[in-house]
């Protein structure tokens, strides 16, 4: 799982923000997903920690919804080149 993609021997995909190819997230979702009868109560907080967005019901379908809005809030679009 945390096997060296870089020379200093951490997954680079194992941080806060990314979920696809995260071994650790993608363990934790594998593990959340064989329990039965799931079901998600999610927050997404704003800046004065108030309740910005109420995420529930299907585990995967809400937190992937939260998910999007907090990207709306934190990213930006990159449109130069990566400096390499």
Do not use: Y
């Not at 039965?36 to 910005?52: D, E, K």
């Amino acid at each position: 799982m945390l096997l060296p993609r870089e020379s200093d021997g951490l997954n680079v995909n194992c941080t806060t923000g990314v979920l696809e190819g995260n071994p650790i997230h993608e363990d934790m979702l594998d593990a959340a997903l064989r329990v039965p009868n799931v079901f998600l109560f999610n927050t997404v907080l704003n800046v004065h920690r108030g309740i910005a967005g109420i995420f529930a019901g299907d585990l995967k379908q809400a937190h992937e919804a939260g998910v999007a809005m907090v990207r709306q809030w934190s990213g930006c679009p990159f449109t130069g080149r990566p400096i390499l």
